[in-house]
């Protein structure tokens, strides 16, 4: 079993940053599913469908969404099983709970979440 665990999430004052991270563990194998796995981050505000954030996948190229474009950068460091997402220039609408999640690229269609870390902007 794969755990993804978040952390960063916090209160911000609108123009500030904030960087999150994501933590892979669990399995025995869990070296070579990360480092195989295209990683999300995908951020649900209250009343809202999810949407997808960024998206990074095994040789690092990056996907955004048309919110974050410009402002947010994800990255990887598969020698720590770890994804990060660094947000500029926040905004009041960036307020979410952010979440990591992950295909298994050997299992399909498993898939992975984190718990979420809120993330609230706010003067």
């Known amino acids: 079993q794969v755990h993804l665990m978040e952390s960063g999430g916090g209160l911000v004052q609108p123009g500030g940053s904030l960087r999150l991270s994501c933590v892979a563990s669990g399995a025995s194998d869990i070296g070579i599913i990360f480092n195989t796995a295209t990683v999300n981050w995908y951020r649900q505000a209250p009343g809202k469908y999810r949407e997808l954030v960024a998206s990074?996948?095994?040789?690092?190229?990056?996907n955004y969404g048309k919110a974050v474009k410009g402002r947010f950068t994800i990255s990887r460091d598969n020698a720590n099983r770890s994804v990060y997402l660094q947000m500029d220039s926040l905004k009041p609408e960036d307020t979410a709970v952010y979440y990591c999640?992950?295909?298994?690229?050997?299992?399909?269609?498993?898939?992975?979440w984190g718990q979420g870390t809120q993330v609230t902007v706010s003067s």
């Open positions: 999640n992950m295909d298994d690229p050997f299992e399909a269609p498993k898939t992975y």
């Open positions: 990074i996948a095994r040789l690092e190229n990056t």
